[in-house]
């Protein structure tokens, strides 16, 4: 959490208006509202709101109330001040599924919140409750927001983030294997580096994510455009009708080889030096690892295979009569339009 965040939650300082800030920046205030998406990560800035209030008094009560259900005046019950005094955090779950009685409390509520209490609502996407969610970015209140992560680089950076949290660091193809194999479900990647933490020691290297995943990422559609982009045609055909024998749909694995061949596009626009790889949403060692690949390819040989691949994401989604040989097509073509490596002596 940064300095400045930490310093006002202590001090009960109230946020500027429409102080929007990253899921993992928690800052306490009568009113914080969670927004966005992501269910893990809405959940992780909860947690992190809740272990921030009983960092400041151990003994803070949390209250959660499902605002799918909500009942009217259950707020300004569990907001009251508690017989003893305790601090209390009272989370509105699904308030994005909420009714007029619970927008109507929480209008009032933020209108005359108690300083001794931190209501938390979770948001999850839509307009619905447009006027409560105008009345509490209105009122100053700390928005987290929770946006899915949909780019390499975010995911990375939040696997990073993980391990950085319980002092272990990993080599960055041992994180792209992991992106290989659960990059679709952040939940899923987070489980994972939980239990790598948990079961490993030292810097968890490639080898540890394939002994733990290996049979998630052999035949994953990344693996089969690692394969074609490297030029092994066999190997990659050999991946691909594996991964559609044990139940893989053509359209990710389409979509896999096109996203191999825009970061190669990507690295290879940065040969001119106009932009970083920052600017791109690429991570060093994706940079790194295509400016290898793109050792066997020639400007003509990159724009046939994103032409390849732009037929085959058509014909897989309807404009072709056979998705598979669509799919196996591409792979074909970007085999045989990248050089292969020269062997080693």
Known sequence: ???????????????????????????????????????????????????????????????VLDGAAYGVGQLQVAASP????????????????????LYADLIDHVAHPDPETTVVVVHGSGQRGKRMLDAVIGSGAPVLQCDALTRDADK????????RAARRRAEPEAVRALLDALGADLRELASAVAQLIADTTGTISVGVVDRYYGGRVEATGFKVADAAVAGDAGGAVALLRHALAT????????????????????VAALRGGSVTAREL?????QVRN????????????????????????????????????????????????ARPSRPTR
Do not use: C, H
């Open 281 to 285: 949403g690429l991570q060093d060692w």
């Open 1 to 63: 959490m940064p300095p400045a965040s930490r310093a006002r939650a202590r001090s009960g300082a109230r946020p500027p208006a429409g102080n929007v800030r990253s899921w993992d920046e928690p800052t306490l205030a009568p009113v914080v509202l969670v927004r966005g998406p992501e269910e893990l990560l809405r959940e992780r800035a909860v947690d992190g709101l809740v272990a921030l209030a009983r960092e400041r008094d151990p003994q803070t009560e949390k209250v």
């Open 247 to 266: 139940g893989a749909d053509p359209v990710p694995l389409v979509a896999a080889l096109a996203l191999r061949l825009r970061t190669l596009a990507k």
């Open 290 to 337: 295509a400016q290898k690949d793109l050792q066997r390819w020639t400007p003509e040989g990159l724009a046939g295979a994103i032409t390849a691949v732009a037929q085959a994401d058509a014909d897989v989604k309807g404009a072709g009569r056979d998705p598979v040989y669509a799919v196996e097509t591409a792979v074909l073509t970007i085999a045989r339009a």
């Open 156 to 163: 990375a950076e939040f696997v990073a983030r993980e391990l």
């Open 82 to 101: 508690s017989l003893f005094g305790e601090a209390k955090v009272v989370v509105i779950t699904a308030a994005d599924a909420g009714a007029d009685d």
